[in-house]
């Protein structure tokens, strides 16, 4: 391995990282950071710590405000119909 390489890091679009990312959390819903990366890694994708952290934090909250938006009219539909 020439050591240029051991320190070049993958040129990825952040729009296809996400979508990887995603892909390894929907497989691993509890994986951290560092199974995250390895797992890029094993994928030939060798990105740096702070880019994967935005990523997460992105893709993180994503998640909340799809869930808050899918969710949130569904309690307000059972509470104007049912009593709970």
């Known amino acids: 391995m020439n050591t240029d390489e ?3 890091f993958s040129d990825i679009p ?5 979508t990887i990312i995603m892909l ?7 994986a951290g950071e560092t ?4 797992s890029l890694r094993s994928r030939g994708i060798k990105v ?3 880019r994967l952290r935005e990523r997460l934090q992105v893709i993180k909250n ?8 899918i ?5 307000q ?8």
């Open 6 to 8: 051991a320190y070049r």
């Open 62 to 69: 994503y998640k909340l405000q799809t869930l808050i938006f």
């Open 77 to 84: 539909f059972i509470s104007k119909n049912w009593s709970i």
């Open 71 to 75: 969710s949130f009219p569904f309690h």
């Open 35 to 38: 199974y995250v990366q390895g």
């Open 24 to 30: 390894v959390l929907h497989y691993s819903p509890n």
């Open 48 to 50: 740096q710590r702070w």
């Open 14 to 18: 952040d729009a296809d990282l996400d």
